[in-house]
């Protein structure tokens, strides 16, 4: 128990809009308001707007961004006989005023960051009245726009002019929403002496032991008493405690040393274990106290120079790790539905998809504490870029204060987490500023160069010099930034290499879905991949749920308002002709763009993961959606897996085979991700869509642990006449790889033939599929029997005669007749013969 109090100030809000174009049914009417929460929210419980997410709604509610909105409520309050009591408010989107009982107490600018305000002059014994008024995020951004100058940006709306989340004025998959209100906890803080007001806790271990490092910021009262710090650890076979340490100016260090730990490993390496330190600021008795819970790791990204260029290998507790990553994007359009629970059903989805690493996307937020807790327990590594994304942003006051805050304040509340093991500068801005003609646009102003290269990385290394950062994505190692101005340099010059060189640093691959076939994957072998993706439709019940169009087609109006990418559908048809014919039908066509989706995907992880160790991660674009969208998503914005789910499942296993084109030909390639030795018989045969084996052959194999063995195939075996109707498999351990001559389009695939029989098991339904003749990525689309049901494997080739048990997970009754329907049971060779 401390001396200092902390009371949530949640209960009894109301918010009116104050000024712009308010419609008539909200025009002053005070709202109940939950806090925390954003005006959205609270419109949709007083049933004032439809729901933003469904239909063609989306411009119906475009004006909340034009609009003033003000938050009020009361609180009593009686004197307790503390020194200070300061109001705080953990996070306010955006542009607001604050005043307590009629008497401006602050003023804030940025969702990115808290603020605290003494207010112990200006309570009264009693009733005290808070009130919060937000300033229109759309104008404010504008003015600020026109204020800072205009930047290069991909978008219509100034998002750099207001540190705001980006994708919040929308993104190429995600709706604009314009949020107002106070998106997080308010509380009053009640103490008296002192309080911590920074805590940073470094976890570091030594040999079979290790040593927690505790570096604290302290804030005084008027009191002159004296202080002392105290530590306290506990977590698997540690107990143990500290001296008190005395305190001196404002400022204090700790250590405590700790003879045995255990490390904290990623998923796939290693269990979990974590420890639990508590920090305490004594005076008369325990003033204030703060807790993390650590992981004893260590971290590097090795970038040794070699042949190629620059290795960038993710190395933890000296074992380099191939990185399986997903980029991360806000998980709701209005963030504050986002919860624990939430969370952790997206990461177990993670899990389940064989992931190890999720990559915090800089269009979108810092994320939350339970976020990262829980990718610590989870074993989910995680990277953070710093909230900048595909545009110039000015280095010039009101911003650069604000930035420097925000950054100060988020490096301090994640550098303690175990399973932080990159912060990045940027999203794509320094290849920006080298690609996108942003140095002519620019015409002589900042654009975040002083970010990126130098307050963030000093930031870093004197409050995390624990953490990795590097100065954006995709970057280079060697890239640097030089200031001078010169009449051909008039915004400075970006030196080293190029942001995109496939020899060191990270890559983003797009030009595949702009405008290339997804073949072209296969021309790239960059050291590390940090984006790439291929779009396709949410399933089938989310799209349906989320639409009333009649009849529903790939442009009826509300599947266009989904639709947000630059010319998306043309390029999803483009993408598609390759390898098959476009569908007349309306759910043909959703299911063919789910399955290219899928093999889009699935065909450059197989690749990236083939040339490990040259290649040392890919991180798909990207895992989750914020609403009911087509998207790059595997999840779509109900929860629920797309078929590209299972292609990162099967890409991501422990170990797998694929068959991959080499200078000299097919070579089969064996993935071994795991931390034992495979040994076996590596059996490759080209067959005929019949099933009759043509040619084979039979190698003893040994796969050490963490490694890749390339196999190539002796021209007999890999060389066919028949490139229409054969295959070649390729199978050690009962591990498969597949290489199909022809593409679905032009080869002799059947019709469909598949049997299909169930039983009840604890958990769901059983599915046995037994395959008459050849059939290709046979997928369950379960959720068009039971909304909430996931079959747990996907994309299945079966030779004839082969049978697959896959196993639909689900709650309550389920139409088990019902999943052999040909509308549920897919493959792609429906897409070949009608």
């Not at 954003?38 to 239909?55: E, K, M, Q, R, W």
Request: aromatic fraction near 8%; proline fraction near 7%.
């Amino acid at each position: 128990m401390t001396s200092l109090s902390s009371r949530t100030l949640h209960d009894g809000w109301t918010v009116r809009a104050t000024a712009g174009p308010v419609p008539a049914n909200v025009s002053g009417a005070s709202i109940p308001a939950t806090v925390p929460g954003t005006v959205h929210i609270d419109l949709l419980a007083a049933d004032l707007i439809p729901d933003p997410f469904h239909g063609v709604n989306e411009a119906a509610v475009a004006w909340i961004g034009l609009v003033d909105w003000t938050y009020r409520t009361t609180f009593a309050w009686t004197p307790d006989g503390r020194t200070r009591q300061d109001l705080v408010f953990e996070g306010l989107d955006t542009v607001a005023t604050i005043r307590l009982n009629g008497r401006v107490i602050g003023e804030t600018a940025n969702q990115h960051r808290s603020y605290r305000f003494d207010i112990g002059a200006l309570l009264v014994e009693g009733e005290n009245e808070i009130e919060i008024a937000f300033r229109a995020p759309i104008p404010y951004a504008n003015a600020q726009s026109l204020a800072l100058g205009v930047r290069p940006r991909p978008y219509p709306l100034p998002y750099e002019a207001i540190r705001k989340s980006a994708c919040n004025f929308g993104w190429d998959w995600g709706i604009a929403t314009f949020t107002s209100g106070p998106w997080k906890p308010v509380r009053l803080e009640s103490w008296s002496g002192a309080r911590l007001a920074e805590v940073r806790v470094t976890a570091t271990p030594e040999g079979d032991g290790g040593h927690v490092d505790v570096d604290v910021v302290i804030e005084r009262d008027a009191s002159s008493a004296p202080l002392t710090l105290s530590l306290a650890a506990r977590g698997p076979g540690v107990e143990t405690q500290s001296p008190p340490e005395a305190v001196v100016g404002d400022r204090a260090r700790a250590r405590l040393d700790l003879a045995t730990v255990q490390r904290w490993w990623p998923a796939g390496y290693g269990e979990q274990p974590r420890y639990a330190v508590d920090v305490r600021l004594n005076g008369d008795g325990v003033l204030d106290e703060a807790q993390r819970t650590v992981g004893f790791r260590t971290v590097e990204w090795d970038q040794t120079p070699d042949a190629a260029g620059n290795a960038f290998t993710l190395v933890v507790n000296d074992q380099p790790v191939f990185v399986k990553g997903v980029n991360w994007i806000p998980d709701d359009a209005l963030p504050v539905r986002v919860d624990r629970a939430r969370v952790k059903r997206r990461f177990r989805q993670a899990l389940d998809a064989n992931l190890n690493l999720i990559r915090v996307w800089g269009g979108g937020l810092y994320e939350s504490d339970d976020f990262y807790d829980l990718a610590d327990e989870l074993g989910l590594l995680t990277w953070q870029d710093f909230l900048f994304a595909c545009a110039g942003y000015p280095e010039e006051e009101p911003l650069r204060s604000e930035i420097e805050a925000e950054a100060r304040e988020n490096i301090v509340r994640l550098a303690s987490h175990p399973s932080l093991v990159l912060l990045t500068g940027n999203n794509e801005a320094l290849e920006g500023f080298a690609d996108w003609g942003w140095q002519r646009r620019l015409d002589g102003r900042t654009w975040g160069a002083h970010y990126y290269y130098e307050l963030f990385p000093a930031l870093v290394a004197e409050l995390a010099p624990h953490v990795p950062y590097v100065p954006g994505s995709p970057f280079s190692a060697g890239m640097g930034w030089d200031p001078t101005l010169t009449a051909d340099a008039p915004s400075g010059t970006q030196t080293g290499p190029h942001p995109l060189d496939p020899g060191s640093g990270t890559v983003h691959l797009w030009r595949q879905w702009n405008d290339r076939d997804w073949t072209t994957y296969r021309e790239h072998t960059p050291r590390f991949v940090a984006e790439f993706g291929w779009q396709g439709p949410p399933t089938w019940t989310t799209l349906t749920q989320s639409l009333d169009d009649d009849p529903l087609t790939p442009e009826s109006p509300g599947m266009v308002v989904h639709q947000k990418a630059m010319e998306g559908n043309v390029k999803l048809t483009n993408g598609l002709l390759p390898h098959f014919r476009l569908p007349d039908d309306m759910e043909t066509w959703h299911w063919a763009m789910q399955l290219n989706q899928a093999n889009a995907v699935g065909a450059a992880l197989d690749h990236f993961r083939s040339w490990a160790p040259h290649t040392m991660g890919a991180i798909v674009w990207q895992l989750n959606d914020c609403w009911p969208v087509t998207s790059w998503a595997a999840i779509d914005g109900a929860e629920r897996p797309k078929p590209l789910f299972h292609a990162l499942r099967n890409a991501f296993a422990p170990r797998v085979i694929t068959l991959q084109p080499r200078e000299d030909g097919l070579a089969v390639v064996l993935g071994n991700d795991t931390g034992d030795t495979w040994s076996g018989t590596l059996e490759i045969r080209r067959l005929t869509f019949a099933g009759r084996a043509v040619a084979g052959i039979a190698i003893e194999i040994s796969v050490g642990p963490r490694s890749t063995l390339v196999v190539p195939i002796e021209a007999g075996v890999a060389t066919t006449a028949e490139a229409g109707g054969e295959l070649l498999v390729a199978e050690a351990s009962g591990i498969r790889g597949f290489w199909f001559f022809a593409e679905p389009r032009d080869s002799a695939l059947p019709a469909q033939n598949v049997a299909v029989s169930t039983r009840v098991v604890p958990g769901g339904t059983e599915v046995t599929a037994t395959a008459g003749a050849l059939v290709r990525d046979l997928t369950l689309l379960v959720d068009k029997v039971h909304p909430a049901a996931h079959a747990e494997d996907g994309l299945l080739t079966l030779l004839p005669g082969e049978s697959a048990r896959i196993l639909v997970r689900h709650d309550g009754a389920l139409d088990a007749a019902a999943l052999a329907d040909p509308r549920v049971l897919r493959s792609a060779n429906q897409l070949v013969r009608a």
